[in-house]
C-alpha cells in the first residue's frame, strides 16, 4: 500500500466516524432560578452501614 493510498484510507475512516452535525439542538441557557433540591436532602451526611459479617455486595 502506497503512502497515498494509506492517506485515501485515513481520510475514509475519518468521514465515516464523524459525528454528524444535527440542526435541531437546544441551547443551554443559565438558570435564573436555583436547582430543585430533593425531598429528602437534608445536607447531613449519611452513616456508613456495613454488611452483616459474610455478606456480599454483588456475586
Known sequence: MSEVEYDLLLEA????????????????TQRSYPSPRAANDNRTLWPLVPFPEGWQAAY
Do not use: H
Open 13 to 28: 475512516v475519518q468521514t465515516a466516524i464523524a459525528p454528524a452535525p444535527e440542526d435541531n439542538f437546544m441551547v443551554q
